[in-house]
């Protein structure tokens, strides 16, 4: 090897060597932590949308895998390389496996983010000017849309006592918000930013240094219980929870956890742990909790298995929202054939339908404030279905309950693969 090359050679090695210092030396201001399983499709549709919001954040996220038995490991691996994978060989559970991620998280701040959510660009820029300018907060969370644009009471909640967990159980709250509206914090509107006491675990925004004093969540729940458990332990600290509506977050909801009598069993136990960690151990307090706690996850499984039973909604024409010629060509030859092409939301609004119609949107042609805004807007007038902004999946949830389905786009004249996710 010559001088001039070893010079080159040596050069090479420094300028690599200080960008990796360079790299390490960068503060990490947030950790995006997600623990997934057997949802790959709707997995893959978060990410998309977490790496779109973190481009001007110094961020790193985290994939916690159940042990799930679709290929959600290997997509995130190859289509999302830098995020940090851990697979488990066993389900761990809801907190013990969002333990493990915090344990290595190195951001000033956490969000414990479900799979099967997306969020808007601007998302992680609001929480973080939120927490910066509120030295005195706690955890906080988003206002929550499900996959048809309705609005999840569940955004913003009061403590589970005696009273509010029964008013919710006997569906008084809708009797009167007023007098029972405490469990959903209906004293709260919707659209107003302010104080809550619990947040939902499908996003909850917090200080990596208030999460480790907390310990994180309860390990002693498996799942269900530990979000209202962590933001209990926050008040008790003296610190405010709060709900930020102005921040939208679609959450598909349930994806991954079917409402069967695991669920059952699992739901009354968790309640059963919260209340006597947290609650009065009078004898007759605990009985009327307990009753109300059985009586709500009975009827929420009752009440799933219904709507599984139920036939699908049929949907008489499909509108393509994209300017891509080449993907409503594919769509319409593999998926739906009834398919007409819109460029524009108002466009779509003006054209002439028959019956139900659906709405799929190309994730690479428009950004997911101004989706949410419209699901928001128009709810259940139209179904929604997405497809990816890499144009390789098309994803989608029309009912709050529903399972859901994503499809392998092929640009083939076969039909696509569907699984159900």
């Keep these: 090897m010559n001088s001039s090359t070893q010079m080159k050679s040596l050069l090479v090695e420094a300028l690599s060597n200080e960008s990796h210092l360079m790299e390490q030396s960068k503060t990490i201001d947030l950790s995006v932590i997600i623990v997934s399983y057997n949802v790959e499709h709707f997995l893959h549709l978060c990410l998309e949308s977490v790496y779109a919001a973190t481009k001007n954040i110094q961020t790193e996220v985290i994939v916690i895998d159940n042990a799930s038995a679709d290929k959600s490991v290997d997509m995130v691996r190859k289509q999302f390389p830098s995020t940090r994978v851990i697979a488990n060989v066993d389900n761990l559970g809801f907190g013990k496996a969002n333990n493990q991620a915090a344990k290595l998280a190195k951001g000033r701040y956490l969000c414990i983010l479900n799979p099967d959510t997306v969020v808007s660009q601007n998302t992680f820029e609001q929480f973080i000017a939120l927490h910066e300018s509120n030295p005195n907060l706690g955890i906080s969370g988003p206002q929550l849309t499900d996959g048809t644009g309705q609005f999840l009471r569940e955004s913003k909640r009061g403590l589970p006592t005696i009273k509010a967990a029964v008013s919710k159980s006997l569906g008084l709250f809708k009797l009167s918000p007023h007098l029972f509206g405490q469990y959903y914090n209906l004293g709260l509107p919707q659209n107003q930013s302010g104080k809550t006491d619990v947040l939902v675990g499908a996003f909850m925004f917090l200080r990596k240094q208030l999460y480790d004093q907390l310990e994180g969540f309860d390990e002693n729940f498996f799942m269900y219980g ?59 307090l605990n009985s009327v909790f307990m009753f109300g706690s059985y009586v709500f996850s009975k009827c929420k499984r009752i009440i799933s298995s219904r709507r599984d039973e139920t036939k699908p909604l049929l949907v008489n024409e499909w509108i393509l929202l994209s300017d891509n010629p080449e993907l409503y060509k594919t769509v319409q030859t593999n998926i739906f054939p009834s398919l007409k092409q819109c460029q524009t939301l108002l466009e779509a609004l003006q054209l002439e339908t028959n019956g139900l119609t659906g709405i799929v949107f190309d994730m690479r042609s428009i950004q997911w404030n101004e989706v949410i805004s ?45 699984s159900i996710v």
């Design 226 to 284: 530990e979000d209202i458990d962590i933001s209990h332990r926050s008040l008790k600290l003296g610190l405010t929870n709060f709900y930020l509506s102005e921040a939208n977050v679609i959450h598909f909801k349930g994806e991954s956890t079917p409402k069967n009598k695991a669920y059952e069993k699992r739901f009354f136990n968790a309640m059963s742990y919260y209340y006597n960690k947290n609650f009065s151990h009078n004898w007759l």
């Design 374 to 418: 419209f699901m928001q807007l128009h709810q259940t007038r139209y179904i929604y279905k997405y497809i990816s902004a890499d144009n390789k999946r098309i994803i989608g949830s029309s009912d709050v309950l529903s399972r859901g389905s994503g499809a392998i786009i092929k640009k083939s004249k076969n039909k696509s693969e569907v």
